[in-house]
């Protein structure tokens, strides 16, 4: 997540999340990370997570 190239990061923070929806003992460090992606990172990194639904998180 905090490589320099956008596409790994967007990945990266998809994966994570991803992961947290399998173990739930980190599905709120996930999300923790996916708020503020949300609102720091590129917006071609927003898209991606947006694209996977991962954007609704706040609200999930």
Do not use: C
């Amino acid at each position: 997540m905090q490589d320099k190239n956008k596409f790994v990061r967007a990945w990266s923070y998809s994966g994570f999340y991803l992961l947290g929806q399998q173990y739930p003992e980190y599905q709120d460090e996930a999300k923790a990370y996916i708020v503020a992606a949300m609102q720091d990172e590129a917006p071609s990194v927003q898209a991606r997570l947006r694209q996977l639904g991962v954007g609704d998180v706040p609200g999930d």
